[in-house]
């Protein structure tokens, strides 16, 4: 397992509450994501420090199988301005172990690893666990994405 420490960092976004229970995250963060792209919140971010789009899995009630609260958008420089309908937070700096699905979104692939990881043993620290859709996955069909878990 190789450990990273991620900085604090800055955010801005779309930002929705759900949980695991019934399925029910499958249907809000996939909505979630059908938002970002058909209002063009990507273009509505001020003050992005790249154009890798993060979704951040925090405010956990306890653990991945309790409400969680899911925020999709990108790191930014500064929170000073934050336009109406997105929200602005910073995420705190962890040690991280990451996971790296590679191949075509369209097919589920991300759900596949996370059911993974929700089986292993991992000692999580459920503060915010972070997906990077990056440059690698702009080819939806051939993708790489990142997956960092926070861990005690």
């Not at 938002?35 to 951040?56: G, H, M, Q, W």
């Not at 910073?90 to 089986?119: H, L, M, P, R």
């Not at 997906?131 to 861990?151: F, H, M, S, W």
């Amino acid at each position: 397992m190789i450990l990273i420490q991620n900085p604090p960092f800055a955010f801005i976004g779309l930002s929705i509450r759900t949980t695991n229970e019934n399925q029910q995250a499958m249907q809000d963060i996939s909505a979630l994501w059908t938002r970002f792209f058909t209002e063009n919140v990507l273009a509505s971010i001020p003050n992005k420090v790249d154009n890798s789009i993060y979704c951040i899995y925090t405010d956990y009630e306890k653990d991945y199988t309790k409400p969680y609260t899911t925020l999709l958008g990108c790191k930014v420089s500064s929170l000073e301005n934050i336009p109406d309908a997105l929200v602005g937070r910073t995420i705190d700096g962890a040690t991280y172990t990451t996971f790296t699905v590679k191949g075509n979104i369209n097919e589920g692939i991300v759900g596949q690893k996370w059911g993974e990881i929700w089986s292993t043993d991992l000692d999580r620290a459920y503060t915010a666990d972070i997906e990077v859709y990056g440059e690698k996955a702009q080819d939806p069909a051939n993708a790489e994405i990142d997956i960092l878990i926070a861990i005690k």
